[in-house]
């Protein structure tokens, strides 16, 4: 995992403005905090800069972090103090069977082995405790757009590494003594791309995390996607495109 560490370290100081910032944070938040018990503590596993947690907080939950990266870390310790501590989700440095509720935001997708991930925290939760995850590319779009992207994923990481959504993820927890309870809290979100931003966006290495390095190999995959997506029809209008945030919820076996 020092790749991926070492990729996080590098992109710390700009991580919370290349992902929306506070205000996406705070969408967050608001999804997670319903399904949370304040009454508990919660451990956010990837804690990254913090910024999650820091709305958490804000609305009254004890939230304490773990992630691999310092240099993320640096900046959750502006916003939680000593409440955070360097760790690999696949090894948490956290005793069995001592949290009732944790969370994470974005991180199965950015390098960690969900399997071992699974594995620990189906050591760390009591029976009965949950995990709520927020994935980053749980549904997938699939309009033009979305096919030439999610072929362009699927050829770059064809062991579907990558995946985070329930489809992948449900029979991996569930082996671990994890039962997937369904998605809460989604939230829709309408925008608009047009396929040649899109293909921009990809040419210029902005899709996909820090963490998912493109190979030098892969570039040509690279470039036929961008071909594609300039290919469409009226290439420089943009589409109206749909996604959903939504929290994937996770409960401890008893």
Request: net charge neutral.
């Amino acid at each position: 995992m020092s790749g991926a560490r070492a990729a996080f370290d590098a992109i710390a100081p700009t991580y919370d403005a290349s992902r929306g910032g506070t205000a996406r944070a705070a969408v967050f938040a608001e999804q997670l905090a319903p399904l949370l018990d304040p009454a508990e503590p919660v451990l956010d596993i990837g804690v990254g800069t913090g910024i999650v947690a820091a709305e958490l907080t804000a609305r009254g939950h004890r939230v304490c972090g773990i992630d691999l990266s310092p240099g993320m870390l640096a900046h959750a310790r502006q916003r939680l103090g000593a409440r955070v501590a360097v760790g690999d989700a696949g090894r948490l440095p956290v005793r069995t069977a001592s949290v009732t509720q944790a969370v994470s935001t974005w991180l199965l997708h950015a390098g960690p082995d969900p399997r071992a991930v699974f594995t620990e925290v189906a050591r760390v939760l009591r029976p009965g405790g949950r995990y709520l995850v927020i994935p980053a590319r749980g549904m997938r779009p699939t309009d033009d757009i979305g096919r030439i992207v999610n072929d362009l994923e699927d050829r770059l990481d064809p062991g579907h590494t990558r995946q985070d959504g329930p489809d992948l993820l449900a029979p991996l927890a569930a082996g671990r003594g994890l039962r997937y309870e369904g998605p809460a809290g989604e939230r829709p979100t309408v925008f608009r791309v047009s396929p040649a931003g899109m293909a921009d966006t990809i040419a210029e290495g902005r899709l996909f995390t820090g963490a998912w390095q493109v190979r030098d190999e892969d570039l040509p995959l690279v470039a036929e996607a961008c071909a594609r997506l300039r290919a469409l029809p009226d290439p420089e209008v943009p589409r109206v495109r749909e996604m959903a945030d939504f929290v994937m919820v996770f409960r401890r076996e008893d």
